[in-house]
């Protein structure tokens, strides 16, 4: 009798004292702390698993801002905001991933209106931070409202083609759009793609004039997606 006693209060002091202790160390090992820095801040929920080796340092555009709203449809937000959002959750997200992120723009505080002055300006102070690959984003639009999909564009270097490649597939993963490839002809259209010295990628995400890219490039959730899709692009192609 005194055995099965004896044997009992063993049995709740593991299950009352020692159990839960085990689950707290456990719960505390697996929380991801965010990270504290100068730009965007970055939440638990931007935390990924796996990290940067590379601590890579990305330069991250917004295209257009100020004076220049890109495009403007029959839809209420012009194109310099949705690429400004989405620039930002990229770059927190890059960031929590370990990368070091640096911005051409972080508001609409844009004083120059012509487009290809205000990318040479922004490659230079690129250049001057001594990037080591610059994301730049932007959306596209057509007189065909059933027009839609996305195309990334860039100089035709290995690295930044393949890393181009990895972010289409990733973004093909979370059904964002129609995927249009990797275009490496024609860079010399784009001014933000003219500085070699400066390797830069040019995603072109959706056409706003098709109401269903225009739907996911302003939901919060889908930004989110695309934010985290072109994150473990980068983990997956140069960690």
């Known amino acids: ?7 009992l209060c063993i ?6 004292v020692l159990q839960p202790n085990l689950i707290d160390v456990a719960d505390q090992n697996d929380v991801r702390v965010p990270q504290v820095s100068e730009n965007a801040p970055v939440t638990n929920e931007d935390i990924t698993p796996t990290s940067s080796i590379s ?6 555009d917004a295209s257009h801002g100020g004076e220049d709203l890109g495009y403007v449809g029959n839809n209420e937000i012009p194109e310099k905001e949705i690429n400004l959002e989405l620039a930002l959750r990229v770059g927190r997200k890059l960031q929590a991933a370990g990368y070091q992120v640096v911005y051409t723009r972080e508001d609409d505080n844009v004083q120059a209106s012509d487009e290809d002055a205000v990318n040479a300006q922004r490659l230079s102070e690129m250049q001057a931070q001594d990037v080591d690959l ?11 409202p059933l027009m ?7 100089r035709p270097d290995d690295r930044s083609t393949a890393l181009a490649n990895e972010i289409g597939q990733e973004l093909i993963a979370i059904n964002f759009s129609n995927y249009e490839g990797v275009d490496t002809d024609h860079y010399s259209n784009f001014s933000i793609l003219s500085n070699k010295e400066v390797p830069t990628i040019l995603v072109e995400l959706g056409y706003l ?23 473990d692009a980068f983990l997956k192609e140069i960690n």
């Open 1 to 7: 009798m005194k055995r099965a006693l004896f044997f």
């Open 11 to 16: 049995g709740l002091f593991i299950a009352l």
């Open 55 to 60: 601590k890579l340092k990305i330069g991250i």
């Open 134 to 144: 610059l994301l730049s984003f932007q959306s596209g639009n057509t007189n065909d």
């Open 148 to 154: 839609k999909g996305f195309t990334i564009f860039t």
């Open 209 to 231: 004039s098709n109401a269903e890219d225009y739907a996911r490039l302003t939901d919060p959730d889908y930004q989110e997606k695309i934010g985290q899709a072109i994150t």
